[in-house]
């Protein structure tokens, strides 16, 4: 396979509610659609769904941007492969921007399943038809505010619930959460936002007694030795988040007993391969693994619902529908689910229409690079 086009468009879509976490609020998102073009004119999506400020990873928009085009599109671009797991091998001079990374490599695996006729779920190994979805809820202005959002969602179905904490927000929205449902799955994720001193340690402790499904990243990303002593003292499962971008983190996590649950995101990890070694690693170390989301646009979820059917992926994943982010998906169909339950789709690639028209309307700008016409690479690593 040669990729002869690569092109990137910057596409703005309005939240339908806005999602605060413990570092930032967000009323519309700015995504990084990735389009890859082969020989034959088939094509691949893919979805850089970096957030716009470096408050959960380094990465922004911008330095994607910047990444994506100067070197990780003219790497991919003219070279001849034949699996897309062949890819990172293509940029892999390039440290860190995870993000830049993964919407260039799963666009990859988009078009090459597309071209066999496979089901991208089908090509990364999945065996499940159907994924249980989790609604991820951000922190709201109110504690009643907060309780609607959770009926909400457990009236649509949804089997679990993440709710976003922070110091301040914690025992008392989990409290009251558990109390109005005393059965329902829960898990909180701080985003790295806790710090080791005594106050701090004793809220995250007393969380143990909410019987929760898991507290996700209380702790600074590097800070593991922290989420090794915590998940020493509490029943809880810890969950790590940002502080697994690659394999060898990962390999330190399972070292140190540093969580027993991890979040996939293709995002943080550099896209699907990266995704499918990190399931593999956790599976043979019995650490269960769910897909987190970047609130990703249909591309970059249809993506997260395919890895989703790996049979590792235990836990429901955040992959729930278009629906609770966007009033219009850059897919057709978009993504739905029936209560709580996704359905793999089963069709070539990604297995929906990109929405090219409607992305049209939404871009900000778009950049393309083209291969010269002929003298392909043969595989031959670019200069980035
Ligand atoms: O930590 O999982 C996270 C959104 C933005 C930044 C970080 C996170 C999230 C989410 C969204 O929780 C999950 C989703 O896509 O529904
Ligand atoms: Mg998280």
């Known amino acids: 396979m040669r990729i002869v086009e690569a092109s990137l468009h910057l596409v703005r879509l309005p939240l339908v509610h806005a999602f605060q976490t413990s ?11 990735v389009r890859l073009v082969d020989e034959s004119g088939a094509e691949g999506w893919g979805e850089i769904a970096s957030p716009s400020d470096p408050f959960y990873c380094p990465e922004t928009t911008e330095t994607c941007w910047h990444i994506a085009e100067r ?5 991919v671009v003219d070279a001849v492969w034949e699996h897309p797991a062949e890819l990172p091998r293509l940029w892999r001079k390039v440290r860190g921007n995870r993000f830049a990374i ?3 490599d799963a666009a990859g695996w988009a078009l090459w399943s597309g071209v066999r006729g496979v089901s991208l779920a089908k090509a990364l190994g999945g065996t499940r038809g159907e994924v249980v979805a989790g609604v991820s809820l951000g922190i709201e202005p109110t504690y009643d505010a907060l309780l609607e959002q959770v009926r909400r969602q457990v009236d649509a179905g949804y089997p679990r619930v993440k709710l976003k904490i922070a110091p301040g927000w914690d025992t008392e929205p989990v409290r009251l959460v558990r109390e109005a449902f005393p059965d329902l799955a829960v898990h909180v994720d701080a985003n790295g936002a806790y710090g080791e001193t005594a106050e701090e340690l004793a809220v995250l402790r007393g969380l143990d007694d909410f019987g929760l499904l898991m507290i996700e990243q209380p702790f600074a990303p590097r800070n593991l030795v922290a989420h090794a002593a915590l998940q020493r003292s509490v029943r809880t499962p810890v969950c790590l988040d940002e502080s697994v971008d690659t394999i060898d983190d990962l390999r330190t996590a399972l070292a140190l007993g540093a969580g027993r649950v991890l979040n996939i995101k293709v995002s943080r990890m550099g896209g699907l391969t990266a995704a499918v070694a990190a399931h593999d690693l956790a599976r043979e170390h019995g650490v269960d693994v769910w897909c ?13 619902v ?19 982010y966007y009033a219009r998906d850059v897919v057709q169909p978009e993504v739905v689910a029936d209560q709580g339950v996704v359905r793999v789709p089963d069709g070539p690639g990604l297995g929906h229409t990109v929405d090219v028209a409607f992305i049209g309307e939404n871009r900000l700008k778009e950049t393309t690079i083209t291969a010269p016409a002929e003298s392909p690479r043969r595989g031959s690593p670019s200069a980035a």
Do not use: C, Q, W
């Not at 570092?23 to 659609?33: F, G, N």
């Open 71 to 75: 070197y990780v599109l003219p790497s």
């Open 102 to 104: 993964a919407g260039v």
């Open 306 to 324: 395919a890895l989703s059917s790996l049979p590792g992926f235990t836990l429901p994943s955040d992959v729930s529908a278009s629906a609770k």
């Open 292 to 304: 987190g989301g970047m609130h990703e646009f249909g591309i970059g979820r249809a993506a997260n």
């Open 23 to 33: 570092s930032h609020r967000k009323t519309h998102l700015d995504h990084i659609l």
